[in-house]
């Protein structure tokens, strides 16, 4: 899937159908704004071979209506959480299996401290301009 920026939120139930590349992917052009809010409703695997972004705009959110999901991230591409500052307390925990994962301009929170982050080999945490105590 090839994304425009996408304004409104989104939601994402049907990881399953294609979990190995992701539910929310890109294979086009690198998309830093594509988009701002993503609402959660299982489990979830982000992926694709180019960079998207959940990006800060007017209101932006990663949201899991308080339940406890997991995010997986694969493929050769980055994903990149933007000055995100409505993150659900509740998001369960992060598995970077390939390609990176970041954490960039005040996204401060990133879910249930009581859960993990886990990066595997060959694959990469970022955290870009984290200056939460300015």
Do not use: C, E
Not at 87 to 98: H, R, T
Not at 109 to 118: E, L, R, S
């Amino acid at each position: 899937m090839s994304m425009d920026r996408i304004l409104d939120p989104i939601s994402y139930r049907f990881w399953r159908r294609s979990r190995h590349n992701g539910a929310i992917i890109n294979s086009g052009a690198a998309q830093i704004s594509a988009l701002q809010s993503v609402i959660l409703q299982d489990n979830t695997t982000f992926g694709g071979s180019t960079r998207w972004d959940i990006r800060a705009g007017t209101a932006s959110s990663l949201d899991t209506g308080g339940q406890p999901f997991n995010i997986t991230k694969v493929g050769t591409n980055q994903v990149s959480l933007v000055s995100i500052t409505n993150v659900d307390a509740a998001l369960g925990d992060i598995d970077i299996q390939q390609g990176t994962f970041a954490f960039a301009n005040n996204t401060g929170q990133v879910g249930d401290p009581a859960k993990t982050i886990t990066v595997r080999t060959n694959a990469t945490l970022n955290l870009f301009n984290l200056n939460l105590f300015r």
